[in-house]
C-alpha cells in the first residue's frame, strides 16, 4: 500500500539534485539571524577548548616538580587550579550549550514552520503521492536532526578539530620527534574518515527514507484500526509492518557495520600510538610527567577523532534530512493564482462546465471525457452513477483542486483560472460523506475559528441544522472537545455539525458529497430536514450515491466511465426507462410501491 510512493522517482530525483553544498547554502538565511549568538557561543567554545588543553600541562608541571620533589603546598595549589580550570569549563559549556540550543531549537521550529505553510500551499495532486506518514516523518523527525544539527552536531566537529589542533600544537612543542611520529596516523584515519563518508551517504539517505516508510505504514494502520479489526487483518497488518522495519533494519545494519569497522580501526592506531609513547618516550628523552602529558592528550586526541567520525554520521543522517525537506519545499503548485485576475463579485448566473477533460496522471487515461453541463445560480443540480464514475471528480475540478487538461470551467462566463484560488472557494461550502472534525471544541469546528463568522452565527446555524438540540444536553455545549475524529459523538451528530459549519459560512454555493448516510429512521428524518433548510435558496450541487436523496433535484445528471449519458428530472429519467431508471429500481427495487410511486 505504502510502498508504491517510495517508488516514486521525482521525490527521490529531487533529493539528489539536492547536494550537501546546496543543502547548507538554504539553511544560511536561518543562521544568519542568529549571528551575534553564534558569534558568543564560538567564543566559548574557544575558551572552553582552550581550559581544556591547559590541565594535562599543569599535571606535568606538578608530577615532575612538586611530585618530584615531595613539595606538598604545590601539589595543592597545582590541584586547586585544575579543580578550578575544570568549574570555568564547565560553566563556559553550560552557557555555551544554552545559545546553542536557542539557536537550534529556533531554526528547527521556523523550518517547522515554514515546511507546514508550504505543505498547505501544495496542490492536492502532491498529496496523491505523498502519504501522511511520510510527510509526518519530514515535518518531525528530518526537523529534529537539523536542530540536533546545529546544537551538537557541527559545535562538536569544529569543537574536535580546535582541540585535536591544539594538542598537536602542545606536543610538538614539548617534544617534535615523538609528536611527527604521532600525527602520521592523522592522515590515515582522515583517508578512513572519507571512506566511510563515501560508502555510507547514500545508505543513510537510504536510512532515513525506510524510517519514513516505516512511520507511514505504522500511522496508516494505526488509524485504520477497526477496519483492520473487523475484517481480521491483523496478520496482513503484522506482514506489511514486518516488511517495512525488515528493509530499515538491512540497511541499518549495513551503515552499523561500517561504522563498527570505522570505530575499531581508529582504537587499534590509538593503542599503538600509546604504545609507542611508553616505547619511545625514554629513547627521546622526555620526563615521566611529558610521557603522563602526552598518554593524556593521545587520550584526549582519540575522544575528538572517535567523536567526529560519530558526529559525521549524525551530520550524514542531518543532510539526509535537509535533502528530503528541501526536496518538499522545492516544490512547486501548478495550480497558480492569476498574474491578472478578474473581478468576480460572486455568483450570478451560473456555473457552467464546457467540453471538460481531466485526467489524475496526466495521460490519455481520462475521468472525465468532454463533459458539458451548467449549474443556474439558485437551482439544485445532483451528479448520479456507480462508484469510480468521475462523480466527486466533478467536485474537485468546480474547487480548482485539480485545473482540467482540456476544456474550461466557468462561472457567470469567467474562466475560473482567471480567479483567484482563495476568492473562488469561500463562495463554496462542501458537505463531505467522511466527516472531518478537528481537534477542539464544538464552537471551534463550526466556526474553524474564522473571524467573521460570530458566536450568535454559531449558535444560529445550529440551531436551523437541528444540531442545538444534542449540543444543549451536553455538560460544555458548545465548549465539548472533540475527540479524535469526532469518536465522541454519532455518525449523525458529526453530520448536523457538519451541516452547522456548511450554514455557519453561509455560502453562495452549496456543494454536497453524498451527504447522508445510513442511519435509523429518526436520524434520517432529522437529517433530511436539516438539509433541506441548508440547501433552500442556495445554488446546490449534490453527489448521489443513494438516488432517495436527490428525487426534488432541477436536475439529474448521470456519468458513467467519465462520460454523461443522461440528464432530466427523476420523473424525465424514470419515464426513459435508460440507465437511471435501471439503477433506481435497482436501489429499491426491495421497497414496496417506492418506484411504482415515483
Same mark, same amino acid.
Given at each position: 500500500m505504502t510502498s508504491d510512493f517510495y517508488e516514486n522517482e521525482k521525490i527521490t530525483e529531487k533529493e539528489k539534485q539536492i547536494g550537501t553544498k546546496k543543502a547548507f547554502l538554504s539553511l544560511l538565511p536561518y543562521l544568519k539571524?542568529?549571528?551575534?549568538?553564534?558569534?558568543?557561543a564560538l567564543i566559548l567554545l574557544s575558551g572552553g577548548t582552550f581550559l581544556s588543553l591547559v590541565w594535562p600541562i599543569l599535571l606535568k608541571n606538578g608530577i615532575d616538580g612538586p611530585l618530584k620533589e615531595k613539595d606538598f603546598n604545590g601539589l595543592l595549589i597545582i590541584a586547586g587550579i585544575i579543580g578550578l580550570i575544570q568549574i570555568v569549563t564547565i560553566v563556559i559549556q553550560y552557557f555555551m550549550r544554552i545559545k546553542l540550543e536557542i539557536i537550534g531549537q529556533d531554526i528547527m521550529l521556523k523550518l517547522k514552520q515554514k515546511l507546514f505553510d508550504h505543505i498547505l500551499s501544495l496542490d492536492i495532486s502532491f498529496f496523491d503521492k505523498n502519504p501522511v506518514g511520510r510527510l509526518m516523518a519530514r515535518v518531525e523527525s528530518d526537523a529534529e536532526a537539523?536542530?540536533?544539527?546545529f546544537t551538537n552536531t557541527v559545535v562538536l566537529i569544529v569543537a574536535d578539530i580546535f582541540l585535536l589542533s591544539g594538542i598537536y600544537g602542545v606536543l610538538f612543542y614539548y617534544n617534535w620527534k615523538m609528536a611527527l611520529i604521532l600525527i602520521v596516523s592523522i592522515p590515515i584515519i582522515g583517508l578512513f574518515i572519507w571512506i566511510f563518508h563515501r560508502t555510507t551517504t547514500h545508505r543513510f539517505l537510504e536510512v532515513r527514507k525506510r524510517m519514513a516508510e516505516v512511520t507511514a505504514t505504522l500511522t496508516e494502520f494505526l488509524h485504520s484500526m477497526s477496519i483492520v479489526q473487523i475484517f481480521h487483518r491483523g496478520s496482513y497488518a503484522r506482514a506489511r509492518v514486518y516488511k517495512v522495519n525488515e528493509a530499515k533494519f538491512s540497511e541499518d545494519a549495513y551503515v552499523n557495520i561500517a561504522a563498527c569497522i570505522f570505530f575499531n580501526t581508529v582504537f587499534f592506531f590509538e593503542y599503538v600510538k600509546i604504545g609507542l609513547v611508553l616505547i619511545l618516550g625514554s629513547h627521546f628523552g622526555m620526563t615521566f610527567g611529558t610521557m603522563v602529558m602526552f598518554l593524556l592528550y593521545i587520550w584526549r586526541s582519540f575522544e575528538p577523532i572517535f567523536r567526529t567520525s560519530e558526529q559525521l554520521s549524525n551530520f550524514q543522517k542531518a543532510v539526509a534530512g535537509a535533502k528530503r525537506i528541501f526536496a518538499i519545499l522545492s516544490e512547486k503548485s501548478r495550480l497558480l493564482d492569476p498574474a491578472y485576475p478578474v473581478e468576480w463579485n460572486g455568483l450570478e448566473k451560473e456555473i457552467r462546465f464546457e467540453n471538460v477533460w481531466f485526467s489524475y496522471t496526466d495521460d490519455e487515461n481520462y475521468v472525465l471525457r468532454d463533459v458539458s453541463f451548467s449549474i443556474p445560480v439558485g437551482k439544485t443540480v445532483a451528479i448520479a452513477g456507480v462508484t469510480g464514475g468521475g462523480k466527486t471528480t466533478v467536485i474537485s475540478l468546480i474547487l480548482r483542486l485539480y485545473d482540467p487538461q482540456k476544456g474550461k470551467i466557468t462561472v457567470d462566463g469567467i474562466d475560473i483560472r482567471d480567479i483567484p484560488k482563495s476568492e473562488l472557494r469561500k463562495r463554496f461550502a462542501l458537505v463531505l460523506q467522511d466527516i472531518i472534525l478537528f481537534p477542539g471544541d464544538i464552537k471551534s469546528n463550526i466556526s474553524l475559528e474564522s473571524e467573521r463568522i460570530s458566536e450568535n452565527r454559531i449558535t444560529d446555524a445550529s440551531k436551523q441544522v437541528e444540531a442545538d438540540k444534542f449540543i444543549k444536553l451536553l455538560p460544555e455545549d458548545y465548549k465539548t472537545v472533540v475527540s479524535e475524529k469526532g469518536s465522541n459523538f454519532s455518525r449523525g451528530e458529526r453530520q448536523l455539525l457538519s451541516f452547522a459549519r456548511a450554514l455557519a459560512i453561509d455560502p453562495e454555493?452549496?456543494?454536497?458529497?453524498? @451527504?447522508?448516510?445510513?442511519?435509523?429512521?429518526?436520524?434520517?428524518?432529522?437529517?433530511q430536514s436539516s438539509?433541506?433548510?441548508?440547501?433552500?435558496?442556495?445554488?446546490?450541487?449534490?453527489? @448521489?450515491?443513494?438516488? @432517495?436523496?436527490?428525487?426534488? @433535484?432541477?436536475q439529474i445528471l448521470v456519468i458513467r466511465h467519465g462520460e454523461i449519458i443522461e440528464r432530466g428530472t427523476h420523473t424525465d429519467l424514470i419515464l426513459k426507462n435508460g440507465y437511471y431508471s435501471r439503477l433506481f429500481h435497482l436501489q429499491f427495487k426491495n421497497k414496496n410501491g417506492v418506484a411504482s410511486n415515483a
Amino acid at each position: 500500500m505504502t510502498s508504491d510512493f517510495y517508488e516514486n522517482e521525482k521525490i527521490t530525483e529531487k533529493e539528489k539534485q539536492i547536494g550537501t553544498k546546496k543543502a547548507f547554502l538554504s539553511l544560511l538565511p536561518y543562521l544568519k539571524e542568529h549571528s551575534k549568538r553564534l558569534f558568543i557561543a564560538l567564543i566559548l567554545l574557544s575558551g572552553g577548548t582552550f581550559l581544556s588543553l591547559v590541565w594535562p600541562i599543569l599535571l606535568k608541571n606538578g608530577i615532575d616538580g612538586p611530585l618530584k620533589e615531595k613539595d606538598f603546598n604545590g601539589l595543592l595549589i597545582i590541584a586547586g587550579i585544575i579543580g578550578l580550570i575544570q568549574i570555568v569549563t564547565i560553566v563556559i559549556q553550560y552557557f555555551m550549550r544554552i545559545k546553542l540550543e536557542i539557536i537550534g531549537q529556533d531554526i528547527m521550529l521556523k523550518l517547522k514552520q515554514k515546511l507546514f505553510d508550504h505543505i498547505l500551499s501544495l496542490d492536492i495532486s502532491f498529496f496523491d503521492k505523498n502519504p501522511v506518514g511520510r510527510l509526518m516523518a519530514r515535518v518531525e523527525s528530518d526537523a529534529e536532526a537539523l536542530r540536533l544539527l546545529f546544537t551538537n552536531t557541527v559545535v562538536l566537529i569544529v569543537a574536535d578539530i580546535f582541540l585535536l589542533s591544539g594538542i598537536y600544537g602542545v606536543l610538538f612543542y614539548y617534544n617534535w620527534k615523538m609528536a611527527l611520529i604521532l600525527i602520521v596516523s592523522i592522515p590515515i584515519i582522515g583517508l578512513f574518515i572519507w571512506i566511510f563518508h563515501r560508502t555510507t551517504t547514500h545508505r543513510f539517505l537510504e536510512v532515513r527514507k525506510r524510517m519514513a516508510e516505516v512511520t507511514a505504514t505504522l500511522t496508516e494502520f494505526l488509524h485504520s484500526m477497526s477496519i483492520v479489526q473487523i475484517f481480521h487483518r491483523g496478520s496482513y497488518a503484522r506482514a506489511r509492518v514486518y516488511k517495512v522495519n525488515e528493509a530499515k533494519f538491512s540497511e541499518d545494519a549495513y551503515v552499523n557495520i561500517a561504522a563498527c569497522i570505522f570505530f575499531n580501526t581508529v582504537f587499534f592506531f590509538e593503542y599503538v600510538k600509546i604504545g609507542l609513547v611508553l616505547i619511545l618516550g625514554s629513547h627521546f628523552g622526555m620526563t615521566f610527567g611529558t610521557m603522563v602529558m602526552f598518554l593524556l592528550y593521545i587520550w584526549r586526541s582519540f575522544e575528538p577523532i572517535f567523536r567526529t567520525s560519530e558526529q559525521l554520521s549524525n551530520f550524514q543522517k542531518a543532510v539526509a534530512g535537509a535533502k528530503r525537506i528541501f526536496a518538499i519545499l522545492s516544490e512547486k503548485s501548478r495550480l497558480l493564482d492569476p498574474a491578472y485576475p478578474v473581478e468576480w463579485n460572486g455568483l450570478e448566473k451560473e456555473i457552467r462546465f464546457e467540453n471538460v477533460w481531466f485526467s489524475y496522471t496526466d495521460d490519455e487515461n481520462y475521468v472525465l471525457r468532454d463533459v458539458s453541463f451548467s449549474i443556474p445560480v439558485g437551482k439544485t443540480v445532483a451528479i448520479a452513477g456507480v462508484t469510480g464514475g468521475g462523480k466527486t471528480t466533478v467536485i474537485s475540478l468546480i474547487l480548482r483542486l485539480y485545473d482540467p487538461q482540456k476544456g474550461k470551467i466557468t462561472v457567470d462566463g469567467i474562466d475560473i483560472r482567471d480567479i483567484p484560488k482563495s476568492e473562488l472557494r469561500k463562495r463554496f461550502a462542501l458537505v463531505l460523506q467522511d466527516i472531518i472534525l478537528f481537534p477542539g471544541d464544538i464552537k471551534s469546528n463550526i466556526s474553524l475559528e474564522s473571524e467573521r463568522i460570530s458566536e450568535n452565527r454559531i449558535t444560529d446555524a445550529s440551531k436551523q441544522v437541528e444540531a442545538d438540540k444534542f449540543i444543549k444536553l451536553l455538560p460544555e455545549d458548545y465548549k465539548t472537545v472533540v475527540s479524535e475524529k469526532g469518536s465522541n459523538f454519532s455518525r449523525g451528530e458529526r453530520q448536523l455539525l457538519s451541516f452547522a459549519r456548511a450554514l455557519a459560512i453561509d455560502p453562495e454555493v452549496l456543494i454536497l458529497d453524498e @451527504a447522508t448516510s445510513s442511519v435509523d429512521p429518526e436520524t434520517e428524518r432529522t437529517i433530511q430536514s436539516s438539509l433541506k433548510k441548508l440547501m433552500s435558496g442556495r445554488t446546490s450541487l449534490v453527489i @448521489a450515491h443513494r438516488l @432517495a436523496t436527490i428525487l426534488e @433535484a432541477d436536475q439529474i445528471l448521470v456519468i458513467r466511465h467519465g462520460e454523461i449519458i443522461e440528464r432530466g428530472t427523476h420523473t424525465d429519467l424514470i419515464l426513459k426507462n435508460g440507465y437511471y431508471s435501471r439503477l433506481f429500481h435497482l436501489q429499491f427495487k426491495n421497497k414496496n410501491g417506492v418506484a411504482s410511486n415515483a
